[in-house]
């Protein structure tokens, strides 16, 4: 996991996910790597926060309402982000 978010990983899945919003199955999948990106250490949560993965989780989770998969994914990707620091919950509240 570390390597992928070294790499460069938590922007690209945001990219992706913006650039096919309408797209479910890119959401569900987005909502997902990110959620398993921000499991584990503090570092790997704060660089997907810092890559912009609360916004893209939330227009994601918004954009595709009725989609359980969807809503699922992105709540754990936004309980992952927010373990464990009161600045990084506050970064998924504001998304």
Same mark, same amino acid.
């Given at each position: 996991?570390?390597?992928?978010? *070294?790499?460069? &990983?938590?922007?690209? %899945? +945001?990219? =992706?996910? &913006? &650039? #096919?919003?309408?797209?479910?199955? %890119? ?7 990110? !959620? ?5 250490? *503090? !570092? ?7 890559? &912009?993965?609360?916004?893209?989780? +939330?227009? =994601?989770?918004?954009? #595709? !309402? ?20 009161? !600045? ?5 509240? *504001?998304?």
């Amino acid at each position: 996991k570390q390597a992928v978010v *070294d790499a460069g &990983g938590p922007a690209a %899945v +945001v990219a =992706g996910m &913006g &650039g #096919h919003a309408a797209a479910m199955e %890119v959401q569900r999948e987005g909502c997902r790597a990110l !959620a398993n990106m921000a499991a584990g250490s *503090d !570092a790997r949560k704060q660089a997907v926060v810092d890559a &912009g993965g609360p916004a893209a989780v +939330v227009a =994601g989770m918004g954009g #595709h !309402a009725a989609a359980m998969e969807v809503q699922r994914e992105g709540c754990r990707a936004l309980a992952n982000m927010a373990a464990g620091s009161d !600045a990084r919950k506050q970064a998924v509240v *504001d998304a």
